[in-house]
């Protein structure tokens, strides 16, 4: 079994990360700040802002049912994709393994590093073995990515194999759950409290609409965080971004509105796909958008857009050839997307 240590870079390990002002300071009732050399005036954005978002984490805590000391929030989630590799692997020497299709960014974030990347194929139904994933590790592999509900297939990762996966993977496990709000299933993020080598990605992008203030978040025990806080920027998530975010989570009935409305709508597109003569497949899906094998996905890709409808050409990636993705709409939006498809 390897220690935490064994998994994190050596220079990662050894780091003394950079000390802010605001660092520093912290504790005593104090209303002169003369330590960071900010300007007093152009209030409220003159301030450098919390670096480790204290008031935020308390909040999203109980939404999540985390503890605050268990939530690193990123520039988007993509920023804690890049730290798992930053703080785990070794450039040139480490490996990851992930299941295959998936999100873009794992593979990207591996080729930035320069570590090599292992894909793992999914089954016909778009479903993880455990076995194969550990067949494709060796001493090398630091870290395995399930993305669950999956990117760009939409169907959520079976349990029992994440489960037994979890069980017999020694290094880091990654389940990015983005579109987990979508999903009625029991989250994987309730279970850091006894995981010590898992972690779990969610964003503010999806469900939550608000995918331009960049705001992702992991969730894994102290020991995990603590390093990604040692390595990322001091002020990585700004004041405008943190308070939006505690303006969104006021009011968190009103994402559940959006997503009963946007499940409804999958509902009723995907029951349309299925009669269009041009589709072959729609697959399951927990997510806010659903693959669909079509007759000739480039050309009719091509067609959507002369009519100014975007959606989005997956046919080279493996296993899903002929699939455009569709992401949930408003409702005209969907029915603009069928009216489009039906004059085919
Ligand atoms: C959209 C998406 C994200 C979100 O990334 P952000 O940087 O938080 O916007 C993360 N993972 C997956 C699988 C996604 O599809």
Known sequence: MRE????????IWDLSPYSSARDEYSGHEAHVFLDANENPYNQPVNRYPDPLQRELKKVMGKLKGVRPEQIFFGNGSDEAIDLVYRCFTRPGIDNVVAIEPTYGMYKVCADINDVEYRPVPLDEQFQMSAEKMLAA????TKVIWVCS?????????DSDEIERLLDQFDGITVIDEAYSDFSRKPAFRLEVARRSR???LNTMSKAWGCAAIRLGMAFAQKEIIDLFNKVKYPYNVNLLTQEKAMEMLQSPYEMDKWVKTLLMERGRMMEAFQMLPICEKVYPTDANFFLAKMTDANSIYNYLVENGIIVRNRSRVALCGNCLRITIGT??????LLGALRRW
């Open 198 to 200: 898992l972690v779990v």
């Open 149 to 157: 509900p999956n990117n760009p297939t939409g169907n959520l990762i």
């Open 331 to 336: 409702k005209s939006e969907n029915s603009q």
């Open 137 to 140: 590790c060796d001493e090398n």
């Open 4 to 11: 935490l240590k064994d998994l994190v870079r050596p220079n």
